[in-house]
């Protein structure tokens, strides 16, 4: 089937300047020509969705997030059976493709199965990319013990992902991937959701970090490392990792070794005001949570406006950054795309920046470099927003702007037709 895309501005995603009165024409869920209508010849059997007066832009790629479902009330969460839980990761799963993300990478929480039946259109979701667990040290960030002595597992279909020492991080590694992990994560420090430790402190050592490396190297595949402090922040850099995730209180050391490193960062920039501000407003929002959530999000919220120039200088400097939202069920399920504002305004970055770190630097950060760019042989993933994002990059955010939402070729959201 022949479709074609025709009369919006063009946002290529690659940096380039826009393009009045563009066309994307598709075939076989790929782009076979992009660019301007005086340029691009559109065959006479193709069924024409006109966007004049919008933007065309590829689909966006989130870095970072969780689509699969827990309660937040602890004690239902106990109740609540597996199934439960997975069938209600439909809607997160769903949302997060109706906003505009239509690749994923999830940091923990879904198998190769939630992979498989997006792929196969079971369920409606982003292409995923799965990392299944993360690796923590007992006591760690991934390690749900509690104090009644008993260890909480927050997806019971997962393996066990906590190890000590080389060889049993070596053997979890090796696990994940047998199960088909396509990346590896780990914890390098404590979290906002953690119960026995602080967000601050590091974990693991470099040598065990390295570990995981060298492990997901061998069957080709990358480390990204869950990093909040600074200390855990440089003990990853040093080992090798391909992503920085959260990485809030880097410093010039880090982004000196980041750069040498060519280490991506995934800064996850709105969770935590968010949940700041939610919480101001519904009281009851964070009532079962063991792990002092409210407490950490305001004293790292406070931190992270003091960090503001060190991340400006950090872009300046040519870090390279990939968008990521840390989505999941605390937060941000279809609203994936206010991440963008806090990239222009904390980050320092143009809109056309946060659209090409979105698109096709996320492509390049994921390595699937068909994805994130209107351009001849990539996938046709693409979006069509009322509006312009680069006057105005929350237009982004407003559902009711969005008017094509496309992966592979098949429309999700289409108002361009009707």
Known sequence: ???????????????????QRGVVVIEDGRIIAAGSERNVAIPAKATRLDAAGRTILPGFIDCHVHGTYRARDMRQHLLNTPTYNVLRSIDIFRETLACGITTARDMGGADAGFRTAIEEGLIDGPRLLISLGMISQTGGHGDYWVPADMRIKKRAWLPD??????????????????????????????????????????????????????????????????????????????????????????????????LEMKTWWVPTLALVPLSVKKRGSDKSWAGHQMGQEDVKDKEIYGRMQEQIPIWKEAVRRGVRVA?????????????????????????????????????????????????????????????????????????MQKRDKLHLVMKTGKAFTDKLSS
């Open 323 to 395: 968008m990521g939202t840390d989505q999941s069920h605390r937060l941000l399920v279809g609203e994936n795309m206010v991440e963008l504002e806090f990239m222009v305004n904390w980050l320092g970055m143009t809109p056309m920046q946060v659209i090409v770190a979105s698109t096709s630097k996320a492509a390049e950060c994921i390595e699937r470099p068909e994805l994130g760019a209107l351009a001849a042989g990539k996938a046709a993933d693409i979006l069509v927003v009322d509006g312009n994002p680069l006057d105005d990059i929350s237009v």
């Open 161 to 258: 992902t906590v190890a000590d020492g080389v060889e049993e991080i070596r053997r979890v590694v090796r696990e994940l991937l047998m199960r088909g992990a396509d990346f590896i994560k780990i914890c390098a420090t404590g979290g906002i959701t953690s119960v026995t430790d602080s967000w601050d402190e590091p974990q693991f050592t470099i040598e065990e970090i390295r570990t995981a490396v060298e492990e997901a190297a061998a069957k080709r595949r990358r480390v990204a490392v869950h990093a909040e402090g600074i200390d855990g922040i440089r003990n990853a850099v040093q080992a090798g990792i391909h992503s920085l995730e959260h990485g809030w209180f880097i410093d010039e050391q880090a982004v000196d070794k980041m």
């Open 1 to 19: 089937m022949l479709t074609a895309i025709v009369g919006g501005t063009l946002i290529d995603g690659l940096g380039g300047e826009p393009v």
